[in-house]
């Protein structure tokens, strides 16, 4: 038990020596971790976004004074085409069901939704095909039938709202790199303050014959504790943007299908703790051994 | 208990400061390193200790050959030779009975061995009343004092003195040296690098002289210079 009442003391004692390099080092592991942990739960976001519409490759719109029978006549050449097990499902989208959509996503401009009834809207089927590589072919097959509008592949809607989150997302990642390094280069330094500050003690532990470890092991812990409270001071970011997050789901517009649940934010939060321990592990270690020749 | 067989040890830049020395020195001997500054007396003692290693030749502790002990095992080796320094390397932000608790603590030894060992120490180098004072309140004698204390708490095979009365008056090296020949009545061998001609003079120990990093005298009861 004294073994650790004495790391205990002696990792507390170096941690105030060196406070104002310990709180620099906390605070960058902080930001850059809570950067990495944002990106994760707007990734989630994005992904439970577009998850409804992921299966979905196509949407074939009628025209909208398409009489009923061309109407059946496409739905009867999906059905064969379900049979023929070359589409794994389709569904109908009345015009009552169109509007009910478009009010949706248009609710913040009530003008809009005032000035368009239903029977304006086109009637669709949306396709998801038993093979994603045929939805082209698929595709082109109703291109000419009687009624048919326009094609609209799904993917493409879906494509750009991923373009814009791979951009923002990559710009994210490299900033947190870039923050991460610099943070295992502060803790390097704190580190290499530690061992200089207490190189008597270094000296003659080795001399008495202390064990790497037992010579080794305060500056780790000391390492860990601030990447520790990095990682804590991150989650508590991630949990502020997951509030400011809620608050857009509950608005029910475009949105609705966009949310976080507390299951992201637990596992985005352990991995975010694990990074911090593992980066003042490390960034310790690194320190110990350009700084302690053995 | 010490094996030197045909040591060589070269620095880098060429620089060679031991020659080819065999040496044993046995268990509860009492040896005086003598010889001129450069001669290799700092050497002998860092390739005792695996802060050097032999260039050439083995060093054998204990009988074990220390070249070839694992990095890890070091600490082990070390355990087994307490140091005792010029210049005392005390922790000037500690006081003396934690300056030698510290020698204790971290080789893990546990609480209660300590607080039955530092205390009997401190009595056996006459520094109980002091066990409360910080290094800097003390006079040069009682912090060498204090250094060979933290270097014998553990009880080791063997204590490496270098220069221990460098920094000392004539009268209080007198009372640091009962102090190692107590020691030494223990069992513990021990090895003494020294300049100070009037003490090894009035020991009459075994004295091994070096030069240049050669062995050119080893006398049973000896004195220091040959001439003299």
Known sequence: MSRFAYFFRETMISLRRNLGMTIAGILTVGVSL????????????????????KDVKFEIFMNVDAPQPQIDGVEQELAALVDRGEIRSFEFLSKEEAYAEFTRIFEDEPALIESTTADVLPTSFR????????????????????????????QEVIDRIIDVTTFVRWVFITMAVILLSSSIFLIMNTIRLATFARRREI???????????????????????????????????????????????????????????????????????????????????????RFLDD | MIRFETVSKAYKGEVVALRELSLEIGKGEFVFLVGPSGSGKSTFLKLLLRDEVATDGRVLVAGRDIARLGSWKVPQLRRNIGCVFQDFKLLPNKTVYENVAFALEVIGRPRSIITTQVPQILDLVGLTPKAGNFPAELSGGEQQR?????????????????????????????????????????????????????????????VVELDHGSLVRDQARGVYGVGS
Do not use: C
Not at chain 1, 43 to 51: K, S
Not at chain 1, 127 to 154: I, Q
Not at chain 1, 236 to 265: C, H, Q
Not at chain 2, 147 to 172: M, Y
């Open chain 1, 127 to 154: 396709v998801v095909p038993a093979e994603v590589e045929n939805t082209k072919d698929l595709a082109l097959r109703f291109d000419a039938m009687p009624g048919v509008d326009k094609l609209l592949t799904a």
């Open chain 1, 34 to 53: 809570a950067l990495f942990g944002g990106i994760l739960l707007m990734q989630q976001l994005v992904n439970h976004g577009t998850a409804k519409w």
């Open chain 1, 203 to 289: 000296e003659v532990m080795k001399l008495v014959g202390a064990s790497n470890s037992f010579v080794r092991i305060p500056f780790m812990a000391e390492g860990l504790v601030q990447g520790v409270i990095g990682a804590g001071l991150a989650v508590g970011g991630v949990y502020a943007l997951k509030l400011v997050l809620g608050t857009i789901e509950s608005t029910d517009g475009l949105w609705r299908d966009f949310y976080v649940t507390s299951g992201d934010f637990t596992w985005i939060s352990m991995l975010v703790l694990l990074i911090g321990a593992a980066i003042g592990v490390v960034a310790s270690l690194i320190g110990l051994f």
């Open chain 2, 146 to 206: 204090v250094s060979i204390a933290r270097a014998f708490v553990n009880r080791p095979l063997i204590l490496l003195a270098d220069e221990p009365t460098g920094n000392l008056d004539p009268a209080t090296t007198v009372g640091i040296m009962r102090l190692l020949d107590r020691i030494n009545r223990t069992g513990t061998t021990i090895v003494m690098a020294t300049h100070d001609q009037r003490i090894v003079d009035a020991m009459r120990r075994r």
